[in-house]
């Protein structure tokens, strides 16, 4: 079954640190870009981190620059998410999602497969 | 960074009912713009890539248009299954980003 599980979760404390993984399965990891979004609870999407197939590039969003960490292992089909220096405004469910090409250019991509996310509470 | 802004926030309506929600970017983004349907508790759903490139699976029932700036959703006739918060993303460049949400509500 083609699918993305999430795991790693959990309550912290303010300025902690989670680690967050991703695994894949039922298609070729590799081969994709993926990237990482979340949800703060009743809010809207937010575009977190991405990488590429190899890991050579990485991008973030400018809110978590220096804080978190991007990176993968192909040869275990998985994705994670270092969080250090942990804020309240973190708190967030975060998904992990695989990048679909569908056109030549750079910009022709979808998130065409999702995880069901792992929730990250950070509160004292 | 380009903003993404979504109108209406939340719109009420009736089953049967055809339903139009906006979607503007700060600038042009020529066609990198994509739809996703998230319902209460799951995960988001790939609905339009492209801005009206429907994908696999998903009803006709669905419709995206647009480019440049300016992109709406249609939904021409409402069903039960389509009251969702429907989103739209951008991915012509770094930071990529979201629009606010559209909930769809029953009338």
């Known amino acids: 079954e083609v699918q993305l599980v999430e795991s790693g979760g959990g309550l912290v404390q303010p300025g902690g640190s989670l680690r967050l993984s991703c695994a894949a399965s039922?298609?070729?990891?590799?081969?994709?870009?993926m990237s990482w979004v979340r949800q703060a609870p009743g809010k809207g999407l937010e575009w977190v981190a991405s990488?590429?197939?190899?890991?050579?590039?990485?991008y973030y969003v400018d809110s978590v620059k220096g804080r978190f960490t991007i990176s993968r292992d192909n040869a275990r089909d998985s994705l994670y998410l270092q969080m250090n220096s942990l804020r309240a405004e973190d708190t967030a469910v975060y998904y992990c999602a695989r990048v679909f090409f569908y056109g030549d250019s750079i910009s022709n991509w979808n998130y065409d497969l999702w995880g069901r996310g792992t929730l990250v509470t950070v509160s004292s | 960074d380009i903003q993404m802004t979504q109108s209406p926030s939340s719109l009420s309506a009736s089953v049967g009912d055809r339903v139009t929600i906006t979607c503007r970017a700060s600038?042009?983004?020529?066609?990198?713009l994509n739809w996703y349907q998230q319902k209460p508790g799951k995960v988001p759903k790939l609905l339009i890539y492209g801005a009206s490139s429907l994908q696999s699976g998903v009803p006709s029932r669905f419709s995206g248009s647009g480019s440049g700036t300016d992109f709406t959703l249609t939904i021409t006739s409402l069903q039960p299954e389509d009251f969702a918060t429907y989103y739209c993303q951008q991915t012509y460049s770094v930071p990529l980003t979201f629009g606010g949400g559209t909930k769809v509500e029953i009338k």
């Open positions: 600038q042009s983004i020529s066609t990198y």
């Open positions: 990488i590429k197939q190899d890991g050579s590039e990485k």
């Open positions: 039922g298609f070729m990891f590799s081969s994709h870009w």
